[in-house]
């Protein structure tokens, strides 16, 4: 199934995850962008990343994708994959 994001709901910039609530889904996700980070670094982009002040710059782009400033974007359906429940979305 395409995943993509429906909105951002935590930025952890310590911990280098992002909460998110993907479409279709009533449960918030936690993606550990971090491992992402640490396989890639060797682009200088994403290495850019590792600066706590870069990373919580995170916004959402048309699609339901992670982007940042800089041109780094993640596939959804990826972070979906690394993603781990942590919630239900509460109402109101």
Known sequence: ML???ESIKKVDADSFT?????HNEAIVRRIPVGKLINQYQGTPQIKELMQPQIFSQVSL??????VWSNGIDFCPDVLYELSEPVGEMSEG
């Open 3 to 5: 995943q993509y994001i």
């Open 61 to 66: 782009d048309s699609y339901g994708t992670l």
């Open 18 to 22: 992002i909460d998110c609530l993907f």
